[in-house]
């Protein structure tokens, strides 16, 4: 099966470390503990961890700063974890790159389910299936094997999340996909109410793949979800 799963653990309660550490190694994963997250970024570049846990309430590091560099520099999955369950810290967190939040306290099944999920979209499986189609709407080009993007022939990077939510509006040309649905084949089972994931993740990728005075990509149908409308040559090149 390979190397072990990596999880990088953020945290500075030693109690809740031992707790995760000896859950997730006795189920094959290998653990690497960051107690108060000076050395975080330097144990991502050394160790490549598949996934980091990160407490946002951490004595050395802004957790949210932390979060950014994490996300700016790799595409490994990111589970923010804090006892702060405000709305604005969780849209904060996502904004800024995180795949998916908890609240604290929080069950260890529940933290393994959000694990996998997690890595499902940011590690995927490596043995190909069918070859997917590489997809072109107008200027914009998708290539759903590589995992790649590009806007007239420039590289657009995208974090894991935002290309599976990408792939799944591309997929879907022009139909309503509601957030508990895109919520579910992007997330998971158990996301159906986890509104706010929809709404930054749809404005991240926005302002990524819309140029100014350019044609709405993704249109928001009110209290229903959103539509992917692809964009046609509208700027008097075609």
């Not at 904004?95 to 999920?117: H, Q, S, V």
């Not at 997690?118 to 299936?129: A, D, I, N, V």
């Not at 974090?159 to 509006?169: C, G, H, I, K």
């Not at 996909?177 to 991240?204: F, I, M, Q």
């Amino acid at each position: 099966m390979g190397d072990a799963t990596c999880v990088l653990v953020v945290e500075d309660d030693r109690n809740i470390v031992d707790l995760i550490r000896s859950n997730l190694t006795v189920r094959g994963y290998s653990v690497v503990v960051s107690l108060d997250g000076s050395d975080a970024l330097r144990l991502v570049e050394e160790e490549r961890p598949d996934i980091a846990l990160l407490d946002l309430m951490l004595p050395a590091t802004d957790g949210f700063e932390l979060c950014r560099a994490i996300r700016e520099r790799h595409s490994i999955g990111v589970i923010v974890v804090s006892a702060r369950g405000g709305e604005s810290d969780k849209v904060r967190a996502l904004n800024l790159g995180a795949d998916d939040y908890m609240t604290k306290p929080f069950g260890i099944d529940e933290l393994l389910a959000r694990i996998t999920a997690t890595l499902r979209r940011t590690r995927p499986l490596t043995e190909p299936s069918e070859p997917e189609p590489r997809l072109v709407f107008g200027h914009l080009e998708i290539d759903l094997d590589a995992r790649a993007v590009t806007r007239g022939g420039e590289q657009i990077r995208l974090t894991p999340t935002e290309f599976a939510l990408l792939r799944e509006f591309a997929l879907n040309p022009g139909k309503l996909l509601s957030h508990a649905t895109l919520l579910r084949r992007v997330w998971g089972p158990g996301y159906a109410t986890e509104t706010e994931y929809t709404r930054v993740y749809v404005r991240r990728l926005r302002a990524k793949l819309e140029q100014a005075g350019s044609a709405t990509l993704i249109v928001t149908e009110p209290r229903a979800g959103y539509r992917f409308v692809g964009v046609t040559d509208d700027d008097g090149t075609d």
